[in-house]
């Protein structure tokens, strides 16, 4: 496998290609995870640092935006397909039976647990390096990426219409599947009435969806698969 690093400590690209169902599978302590959690963190603070440079007029919660839309399952997973980590990953036999080496979200994950694992090799240089040959193109567009807000859209909209009355709030219906791969239910309420409900990876993504649920029922957005 080559993905453009070599690694001083083999034992840290090894722990980063093993998902959570093989160590369980195995029996074993040592997953993901924790490369993961921290692969996020510096992938959050590379991308936020280019566009801080290169996007001085803009404000917080337009950088906000714009880092959550470049790091976004989408963009991660497609860049873990070129680099076919799906291919290396240690996966139990029951997510592996069932597609887990192409799952957006797995993938997703994958990449930042194989970027914290760089991190740790060689430090942040070095994975700054690492992520501009594997998600330069799609930080570098950033401009051009269409960030929409959904719940803030939601919200503006009522508060407009009723002088603020009130404020749109989100209840969890439900969490499903593995523990490893959840899906959250989110409904969006407002005034005491269901909405608007969505689906999504995470619970941030699950009040979007829920969101444009809603402004979809109201015809202010067109309804289309999340």
Same mark, same amino acid.
């Given at each position: 496998?080559?993905?453009?690093?070599?690694?001083?400590?083999?034992?840290?690209?090894?722990?980063?290609?093993?998902?959570?169902?093989?160590? =369980?599978?195995?029996?074993?302590?040592?997953?993901?995870?924790?490369?993961?959690?921290?692969?996020? $963190?510096?992938?959050?603070?590379?991308?936020?640092?280019?566009?801080?440079?290169?996007? $001085?007029?803009?404000?917080?919660?337009?950088?906000?935006?714009?880092?959550?839309? %470049?790091?976004?399952?989408? $963009?991660?997973?497609? #860049?873990?397909?070129?680099?076919?980590?799906?291919?290396?990953?240690?996966?139990?036999?029951?997510?592996?039976?069932?597609? *887990?080496?192409?799952?957006?979200?797995?993938?997703?994950?994958?990449?930042?647990?194989?970027?914290?694992?760089?991190?740790?090799?060689? *430090?942040?240089?070095?994975?700054?390096?690492? %992520?501009?040959?594997?998600?330069?193109?799609?930080?570098?567009?950033?401009?051009?990426?269409?960030?929409?807000?959904?719940?803030?859209?939601?919200?503006?909209?009522?508060?407009?219409?009723?002088?603020?009355?009130?404020?749109?709030?989100? =209840?969890?219906?439900?969490?499903?599947?593995?523990?490893?791969?959840?899906?959250?239910?989110?409904?969006?309420?407002?005034?005491?009435?269901?909405?608007?409900?969505?689906?999504? *990876?995470?619970?941030?993504?699950?009040?979007?969806? #829920?969101?444009?649920? #809603?402004?979809?029922?109201?015809?202010?957005?067109?309804?289309?698969?999340?």
């Amino acid at each position: 496998m080559s993905i453009g690093y070599e690694f001083n400590d083999k034992n840290l690209i090894k722990t980063a290609l093993t998902h959570t169902s093989y160590a =369980h599978d195995m029996g074993m302590e040592v997953n993901n995870q924790r490369l993961e959690f921290l692969g996020d $963190s510096v992938l959050s603070f590379i991308v936020a640092d280019y566009l801080y440079e290169k996007f $001085s007029v803009y404000d917080e919660g337009h950088l906000t935006e714009l880092r959550a839309a %470049v790091v976004c399952e989408k $963009s991660l997973a497609a #860049a873990a397909r070129k680099l076919e980590l799906g291919k290396e990953l240690r996966l139990g036999g029951s997510e592996r039976a069932c597609g *887990g080496g192409e799952k957006a979200s797995i993938l997703a994950d994958t990449y930042e647990a194989v970027l914290g694992a760089i991190f740790l090799d060689g *430090g942040i240089e070095c994975a700054r390096k690492w %992520v501009f040959e594997t998600l330069g193109d799609t930080i570098e567009g950033a401009e051009n990426i269409d960030i929409h807000n959904y719940k803030s859209e939601l919200q503006i909209y009522f508060q407009k219409r009723d002088r603020n009355r009130e404020t749109v709030s989100y =209840h969890l219906k439900k969490r499903i599947g593995p523990d490893h791969a959840p899906s959250f239910v989110s409904q969006a309420v407002y005034c005491g009435k269901v909405i608007g409900e969505g689906k999504g *990876g995470n619970l941030k993504k699950a009040e979007q969806a #829920a969101a444009k649920d #809603a402004l979809s029922r109201m015809g202010k957005v067109k309804a289309k698969n999340q």
